[in-house]
C-alpha cells in the first residue's frame, strides 16, 4: 500500500526526540507554559457566544495541600468543561478559595501562624497543585472569600437581606462545642459530639444570634426542585432536609384557660391521643407544673438544657420525660389527659408540645410502656381486632377508624380531613402545612471571618453599616483564640469595635460576631464573572450572560448546606431585585467519594493520598485518567496503586502510535499536504481497515455518550478497546486524530503533544469533538458456521471481531447445535476468527 510506504518514510526521517520514549514530566511541563503564554484557558466573557459556566465546588485551602479527594472532583469536572469546549462551547471554569472560617483558623493556631498570614501561602501552593494538574482554569477570574474586595459583598448581602427582613437578630437554643468555642451548625454535629472533636460532647446554650429567615422560602425551595436537573441523590436529600408534612395545630386546653397548640401530622389519630409531652423549654412549663413535681421538673430541664439539639432531635435512645402534675383536655374525646416534658420535643420543631398517640405511632408506644400510661387503638385493618395492641401501629394502609366517636368506620385519610373541619368550627384547630428547615443561624463566636455589618447604639439600636462604608474590614489580631465567654475574640479589641453611630454620631459598638462561611460560599458563583469589577457584586450584563450556571458538579456533603443556602440567597436577591433567576444551579451533579481500602479517606485512619507524589512518577495525564477509570464517576471507586500502570501503558502505546504515524508529513490540517496525499481513509481499504474505520466510529459514538453523561470509565475502556485494535492492524493519522481528540479532556497535556506532532500549530482544545457516522457505528454481523465434529449444524450472525469464547458459548446455546453437544464435554474447538466454530467432541 503505498500510504504504507509513506508512513515508514516519515518514520525514517523523525527528529530523534520526536521517537524518544513519552516523558509526561518533559510534555506537562512544556504544555503547562505554552498554555499560559497562550491564554489558551482563557475565555472572552463579553464576547462569548454560547456561554457554557461550568462550576466546580472551590476548595478550602488547606495547609496540607490539594488532597486527592479534591482532584477527583475537579478532574471530573475539567473533562465535562473541555468536552463542551471541543463541542463548540465558550466554557468559562474559573476557580477560587473559600479560604475563611474554623478550619483555618484553628489550623491557624495550631501551628502558631496568623490565618492571614498562612491562607495566602496556602492558596499559592493549591495554585501551583492545580496548574500541574492540567486543569483548564481562567486564573484571571479566581476569587478568594477572605479578599476585602470579596467579603465586602458579602457583607453587602447581609445588608440586603437585613433591609428586606430576612436577617433578625433572635435568642435561641444553639449546639455549643467547647473546644470549638463557637457555634455548630446542627449539620456539624455527630452523634452528639462535635465533628471536628470526636471526644468533645456538644452542649446547649442558649444565645443572641443572627438568623437568615431562610424557612420563609421553604415552599419554594421545595417545589422548584421539581424545575432543576438534579442528581436524584442530592434532591432526595435536600427533600428530605426541607422536610414539608402537612398536618394540623391542634389546642388541648387546660383547667387554669392555658391553652397548648400541638402540630400533628394525623389529626385522624386524635381520640388515641392518651398524654401530651411538652419540651422541657416550652413556656407553659413553670406555669402548669404542680408544687409536688417542681423539684423533679427542675432537675430535668437542668438536664436536657446541658444536651445538644442533635441527640435530641434522633431519639434512637432510652425514652426519659417526668410528668409535671397537670392536665390538658383532648379536644375529641374531652378526657383529662397528663402532661409530660421529654427531650425528645424540642422547641425548635413545631410548637415545641405533641399529642402522644402511643397506638400508632413507635416513639410514643415506647414511652408509654415505659411509663405504664394508656394505649389506646383508634385505627384497625377491616376484620381486624379493635382491642388489642401490642405494638404501635403507625401506617395501616387500609385502616378506618375504630374507637372513634362519630367517626368510626371511616378511613383515614379521609377522617384527617373531616376532624381537622370539624375543631376548626369549634376553634381548637387549623390545618397547616409545618417543615423541618430551620432558620439559618449565620452568627460565629470566632474571628476568622467577614464582621457581620452591624452597629449598636444606645439611642437608635441596631443600625447597619451603611453601604458606602464597606467593607468593614477585619481587623489584625495577634490573639484571636476564642474563649468560653460565648463572645467573638473581635469584642476584646475596644479600638476596633468602638465606633461612632453612623445614625447620631454617639459612641457605638460593632458587631463583633462574623458570619458563617457557608455564606460566604452562598453566592460566590455570582463573583466569578465579575471577580475584577471593584464598584458592583456582579455585572448585570455579565450575569445575563453566563448565569444561572450551566452545570454543576460537586459533592453531596454540600447537598444540603451549601446548595440549600446558595439556592435561598439567590431567590432572596432575585426577590430584591437583584438577580434575573431564582434557581442558581439548574443542572446539578454529583460525583462520587474515592475511598481506601473500603473506607472514606480521613487523617485518623491515616489513609490519605496525596496527589503529588502520584503525578511525579506517573505524570498528571496518568493520575488524572487513572482516577476517572477507578469506578462510574457518580459512584466513586476505591484507590488502588496497582491500577495505575495499566494506564501508563494505554498512553504509552498510543505515544508509540502516534510516532509510527504522527508528523507534520502526515497531518491534514493547514499543513499543506495535498488532499490527495491525506490518509482520511485509505483508498483500497482491505477488511482490517474498513474494521477499524467501524470501530473507530464506535468507539466515538460511545466515548461521546459516556462522556456526556459523566461515565468516564466506560469511555476510557472504550478507547483502550480501539487503541488494542490499533495496535493489531494499520494505524494512520485518520485513525489516530480522532482518538487524539477524544482524549484531551481526559489527558490534556498528551493530546497537545501528540496533536502538535500530527502538524497542528493550533491547542488541541480548539478542535472539534469528532463526529460518527451512525451507519458505520453499527456493529459489523459476520456470518459464522457452526459445526459439530466438522458438520455444519447452524449459522449464526455475531459482531465482527467476537472472540472465541463467546463465540463457542453463542454456538452451544443454539438448538440445532445443543441436541448433540448436550451433556458432553468437547474435545477441541476449532475456531477461525469471523468465520467458523466446530467443535469435536
Ligand atoms: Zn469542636
Ligand atoms: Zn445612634
Known amino acids: 500500500m503505498a500510504w504504507g510506504r509513506r508512513k515508514s518514510l516519515c518514520f525514517l526521517t523523525m527528529h530523534d526526540a520526536q521517537r524518544a520514549a513519552y516523558d509526561p514530566q518533559a510534555v506537562e511541563r512544556k504544555w503547562q507554559a505554552r498554555w499560559e503564554e497562550r491564554g489558551t484557558h482563557r475565555v472572552d466573557l463579553a464576547g462569548a457566544r454560547r456561554p457554557f459556566y461550568n462550576l466546580m465546588m472551590f476548595p478550602y485551602p488547606s495547609a496540607e495541600g490539594l488532597h486527592v479527594g479534591n482532584l477527583y472532583a475537579f478532574t471530573g469536572a475539567d473533562i465535562f468543561g473541555r468536552y463542551q469546549r471541543l463541542r463548540g462551547r465558550d466554557v468559562f471554569q474559573p476557580l477560587g478559595f473559600d479560604a ?25 501552593n493549591f495554585r501551583t497543585q492545580l496548574r500541574r494538574a492540567g486543569l483548564m482554569v481562567d486564573w484571571r477570574y479566581a ?64 444565645l443572641d444570634q443572627w438568623f437568615f429567615t431562610i424557612t420563609r422560602y421553604a415552599a419554594k425551595l421545595l417545589d422548584n426542585l421539581a424545575t432543576v436537573d438534579w442528581s436524584h441523590s442530592t434532591r432526595t436529600l435536600q427533600t428530605n ?67 445538644d439539639v442533635v441527640t435530641r432531635r434522633v431519639g434512637e435512645k432510652e425514652k426519659t420525660g417526668v410528668f409535671i402534675g397537670a392536665y390538658a383536655r383532648n379536644p375529641a374525646t374531652g378526657d383529662s389527659i397528663p402532661i409530660w416534658i421529654a427531650d425528645y420535643v424540642l422547641m425548635e420543631y413545631g410548637t415545641g408540645a405533641i399529642m402522644a398517640v402511643p397506638g400508632h405511632d413507635e416513639r410514643d408506644f415506647e414511652f408509654a410502656t415505659k411509663f405504664a400510661l394508656p ?62 428547615l430551620h432558620d439559618w443561624c449565620i452568627s460565629r463566636q470566632r474571628y476568622w471571618g467577614p464582621p457581620i455589618p452591624i452597629i449598636y447604639c444606645e439611642v437608635c439600636g441596631t443600625v447597619p453599616v451603611p453601604e458606602r462604608d464597606l467593607p468593614v474590614v477585619l481587623p489584625q489580631l495577634e490573639d484571636f483564640r476564642p474563649d468560653d465567654t460565648g463572645v467573638s475574640p473581635l469584642a476584646r479589641n475596644e479600638a476596633w469595635y468602638r465606633v461612632p453611630c453612623p445614625a447620631c454620631g454617639r459612641t457605638a459598638r460593632r458587631e463583633t460576631d462574623v458570619s458563617d462561611t457557608f455564606l460566604d460560599s452562598a453566592w460566590y458563583f455570582l463573583r466569578y464573572p465579575s471577580a475584577d469589577r471593584r464598584d458592583v457584586p456582579f455585572d448585570a450584563a455579565l450575569t445575563k450572560r453566563w448565569l444561572p450556571v450551566t452545570s454543576y458538579l460537586g459533592g453531596n456533603e454540600h447537598a444540603v448546606l451549601h446548595l440549600m443556602y446558595a439556592r435561598f440567597i439567590t431567590m432572596a436577591l432575585r426577590d430584591l431585585g437583584h438577580l434575573g433567576f431564582d434557581e442558581p444551579f439548574p443542572r446539578f451533579r454529583a460525583h462520587g467519594l ?56 494505554f498512553l504509552d502505546k498510543i505515544w508509540g502510535l502516534a510516532q509510527k504515524v504522527g508528523t507534520g508529513a502526515q497531518g491534514h490540517r493547514g499543513t499543506g499536504v495535498p488532499a490527495d496525499q491525506r490518509t482520511d481513509v485509505p483508498a483500497d481499504q482491505g477488511a482490517d481497515a474498513e474494521g477499524l474505520v467501524r470501530h473507530l466510529h464506535r468507539t466515538i459514538q460511545r466515548v461521546t455518550a459516556d462522556t456526556e453523561a459523566l461515565a468516564y470509565n466506560t469511555a476510557i475502556a472504550a478507547m483502550m478497546e480501539y487503541v488494542n485494535a490499533l495496535q493489531k492492524g494499520e494505524p494512520s493519522a485518520a485513525l489516530l486524530e480522532p482518538l487524539v481528540v477524544m482524549l484531551a479532556p481526559y489527558a490534556p497535556h498528551f493530546a497537545e503533544e501528540c496533536w502538535e506532532r500530527f502538524g497542528h500549530t493550533t491547542s488541541v482544545m480548539d478542535a472539534s469533538w469528532p463526529a460518527f457516522d451512525s451507519a458505520l457505528a453499527v ?4 456470518e459464522f458456521v457452526v459445526q459439530v465434529n466438522g458438520k455444519v449444524r447452524s449459522r449464526l450472525l455475531l459482531p465482527r471481531g467476537t472472540p472465541e469464547g463467546a463465540a463457542v458459548t453463542a454456538a452451544q446455546a443454539e438448538p440445532g447445535v445443543a441436541r448433540f453437544t448436550e451433556g458432553k464435554v468437547p474435545r477441541k474447538v476449532i475456531f477461525v476468527p469471523d468465520r467458523l466454530v466446530n467443535i469435536v467432541l
Open 779 to 782: 456493529e459489523e454481523q459476520v
Open 594 to 649: 474515592i475511598v481506601k481500602d473500603g473506607a472514606k479517606m480521613s487523617k485518623s485512619r491515616g489513609n490519605v493520598v496525596i496527589p503529588d507524589r502520584y503525578i511525579e512518577q506517573w505524570g498528571a495525564d496518568t493520575f488524572r485518567m487513572y482516577l476517572m477509570f477507578l469506578g462510574p464517576y457518580q459512584e466513586g471507586g476505591d484507590f488502588r496503586d496497582a491500577g495505575i500502570v495499566g494506564i501508563r501503558r
Open 241 to 307: 432536609w426541607i422536610g414539608r408534612s402537612e398536618g394540623a395545630d391542634l389546642v388541648f386546653e387546660t383547667p387554669g384557660g392555658h391553652r397548648i397548640t400541638v402540630f400533628t401530622t394525623r389529626p385522624d389519630t386524635l381520640f388515641g391521643a392518651t398524654y401530651v409531652v411538652l419540651a422541657p423549654e416550652h413556656p407553659l412549663v413553670d406555669a402548669l407544673t404542680a408544687t409536688e413535681c417542681r423539684a423533679d421538673v427542675n432537675a430535668y430541664r437542668r438536664k436536657t438544657a446541658a444536651m
Open 375 to 436: 394505649i389506646v387503638r383508634v385505627i384497625a385493618a377491616p376484620g381486624q381486632d379493635a382491642a388489642a395492641m401490642t405494638r404501635a401501629e403507625p401506617e395501616i394502609p387500609d385502616g378506618r377508624l375504630v374507637n372513634s366517636p362519630g367517626y368510626d368506620g371511616m378511613p383515614w385519610a379521609e377522617a384527617k380531613r373531616a376532624i381537622t373541619t370539624a375543631l376548626e368550627a369549634r376553634h381548637l384547630g387549623t390545618a397547616v402545612v409545618n417543615y423541618r
Open 143 to 206: 476569587v478568594s472569600t477572605t479578599d476585602p474586595a470579596y467579603y465586602k459583598w458579602t457583607q453587602w448581602i447581609f445588608l440586603q437581606l437585613h433591609k428586606a427582613g430576612l436577617a433578625v437578630k433572635k435568642r435561641a437554643a444553639v449546639n455549643w462545642c467547647p473546644a470549638c468555642k463557637t457555634v455548630l451548625a446542627n449539620e456539624q454535629v455527630v452523634g452528639g459530639y462535635c465533628e471536628r472533636h470526636p471526644d468533645t460532647l456538644v452542649e446547649q446554650r442558649t
Open 100 to 124: 475563611f472560617g474554623i478550619h483555618s483558623e484553628n489550623y491557624a493556631l495550631k501551628v502558631g501562624v496568623h490565618p492571614a498570614e498562612l491562607i495566602p501561602r496556602n492558596i499559592e
